[in-house]
């Protein structure tokens, strides 16, 4: 033991009595010089004697969707350690097709009694499905907050990023690039960041003079997803189109194999951008342009709202909106001259890639 009261001791530079006076939590420490004990003991392996140990304010439940898209786990991750920061542990519950369902996790969770719930990107985004399922939870009571998709008649918080207004930065990219045939693939329109991402898009085509009735050509709605992005992308190259706007980074990746697969290369002949930033798209081939989502703010500004209703303190019940940021990478460059990409088929000619740069909305 006294081995251990001065490795302790060493590591969180003070006495061993010091040490032995915190561990037998006894008064006489100051809060500074206590909490660098209990960082020592945690640093050194060493487990904390029972009373010292910090105990949970209750459980909250974390529903997300699958986690193939890497958007996800990021907000999950941070979700859960700023839960953890605040004295909740995270109850994590992620959906798969075919697997447990949304409402099945609800009931899970309500069986463990749980403060509260954070749902990110769920049935709350869909315009289809029935809301009447978190006006139930609200009514219990049971603290509710929403991440990305805004439904009216909840009263709860919701946080999103500015889906149409991503967009629109991203159209305005490429436009300053040359680009005038620029098209739009994203998800099924039944959900509402979809239905954002579209406004966007026209109004944004719309400034740059191209007329409505051109618009529906340029706009394809398909499933999320590499695979989805692939389809809608080859589509749209066999219009014309010479710069591509995505729904996520997934589908952004589908195209630029869309694009290859056509003797195309990205961004010589098809310069693609792509939605979120999730991790890793700086690394891909191109690195990927892409609209950043905050998602450390946006998940911190969730979970306080949760917590404060939680506490009974009432979270205003509206949606907070973010701002997106550009981040411009190597799968964007200047349009290429009108004759000059290769037909369809045919194989182009890459180009350098510009260097990363972040652009504030």
């Known amino acids: 033991m006294r081995a251990r009261l001065s490795d302790i001791a060493q590591q969180a530079e003070v006495s061993e009595a010091t040490v032995s006076r915190v561990l037998n939590d006894r008064p006489g420490v100051a809060p500074e010089t206590r909490q660098a004990v209990l960082t020592a003991l945690d640093v050194l392996g060493y487990e904390r004697p029972a009373r010292l140990r910090k105990r949970s304010a209750g459980l909250v439940g974390l529903v997300v969707p699958e986690l193939d898209n890497p958007i996800f786990p990021a907000f999950a991750q941070v979700i859960e350690s700023t839960l953890a920061q605040s ?63 805004f439904a009216p008649g909840i009263a709860a918080p919701f946080v999103s990023c500015d889906d149409g207004e991503a967009t629109e930065l991203a159209v305005a990219h490429l436009a ?74 997934l589908m952004a990746l589908g195209a630029i194999r869309a694009a290859r697969q056509r003797g195309l290369a990205a961004p010589a002949d098809l310069s693609v951008v792509g939605y979120d930033d999730s991790p890793l798209m700086a690394f891909t081939d191109p690195p990927l342009t892409t609209m950043r989502q905050p998602v450390n703010r946006m998940s911190v500004a969730a979970v306080r709202a949760l917590v404060d209703e939680i506490n009974g303190h009432g979270a205003p019940h509206s949606e907070y909106v973010f701002r997106p940021e550009l981040v411009v990478r190597g799968s964007t460059a200047v349009a290429p001259p009108a004759g000059a990409r290769p037909a369809p088929g045919n194989p182009g000619h890459s180009r350098p890639a510009p260097p990363a740069l972040v652009v504030p909305a």
């Open 87 to 149: 004295g909740y542990t995270p109850v994590l519950c992620t959906q798969t097709p075919g697997g447990v369902t949304e409402d099945e996790y609800v009931e899970m969770l309500l069986d463990r009694q749980v403060s509260g719930i954070v749902f990110v990107s769920g049935l709350h985004a869909d315009t289809a499905a029935n809301h009447d399922r978190y006006r139930a939870l609200i009514a219990r009571p049971l603290p509710v907050v929403f991440i990305n998709g």
């Open 176 to 249: 300053a690039l040359g680009h005038h045939r620029i098209g739009l693939i994203t998800g099924p329109d039944r959900f509402v960041p979809v239905q954002r991402r579209v406004a966007g898009f026209r109004a944004a085509m719309g400034r740059l003079g191209v007329a409505e009735a051109d618009l529906d050509e340029l706009a394809e709605l398909s499933l999320f997803g590499v695979e989805g992005g692939e389809a809608a992308a080859g589509r749209l190259i066999e219009r014309g189109v010479t710069g591509i706007v995505c729904g996520s980074d």
